[in-house]
């Protein structure tokens, strides 16, 4: 479920998008409040025909690149947050866990994701982008959240050897798992310039924490 943000921006290019929200808020805040509904229609009735069989509800929307935030956080808080805090709410209303995903530099939100979005799960922790130290990650909100990801796909995976693999997953799985609340899995969907050896070597590593 979500969304919100990208599959509005995808109707007539990011950077439209982007001026408009800064230009002319009213186009951008309109479609982004249709896709709200069509979500919150979707998991409302989804939910209620089957929460007790849903583990997780995966929610989405990019809002990281390699080095930073696509906007400022003060412009993040007021046109894409409380769309997905709606959204929330209403998959909340069934007790049904939330697992959020954005790729890239998403430290400095993450209290928000927390506080005011409600997630349980963060997803995908690119561990390149910066600031995204999953060492201080862990600590700092390990208590709150749970994690899933971790496993580099910009070096790592592509182009490491099994050993490197192998290294990786043992170092997230004592890092991210300490205490529980850690799915070791790949930072982002597995690419095709991906050795087949090194996926099976990520999923047959050992996990100890």
């Known amino acids: 479920m979500g969304g919100i943000f990208e599959l509005s921006w995808g109707l007539y290019g990011m950077e439209n998008f982007l001026i408009d929200l800064i230009d002319k808020p009213e186009l951008p805040c309109a479609i982004m409040d249709k896709y709200t509904e069509l979500f919150i229609s979707i998991a409302d009735k989804a939910l209620k025909k089957a929460s007790d069989k849903i583990d997780v509800v995966y929610t989405y929307d990019d809002i990281g690149m390699q080095n930073s935030s696509l906007m400022s956080r003060d412009m993040w808080k007021k046109y894409i947050l409380p769309r997905h805090k709606r959204l929330n ?73 099994r050993k490197d693999v192998r290294r990786e997953v043992r170092s997230r799985c004592k890092v991210l798992g300490q205490g529980g609340g850690y799915i070791c899995a790949p930072a982002h969907h597995i690419q095709a310039d991906t050795p087949v050896e090194n996926i099976i070597e990520m999923y047959t590593t050992e996990r100890k924490v």
């Open 89 to 161: 709410k209403v998959i909340k209303k069934y007790s049904v866990p939330i697992m959020y995903h954005s790729c890239g530099a998403v430290y400095d939100i993450i209290p928000d994701l927390i506080e005011e979005m409600g997630i349980n799960i963060l997803n995908p922790l690119q561990p390149r982008a910066k600031g995204m130290n999953l060492e201080k990650i862990k600590n700092n909100f390990g208590d709150q959240i749970g994690f899933h990801g971790g496993i580099d796909l910009q070096e790592t995976l592509p182009y490491g050897s």
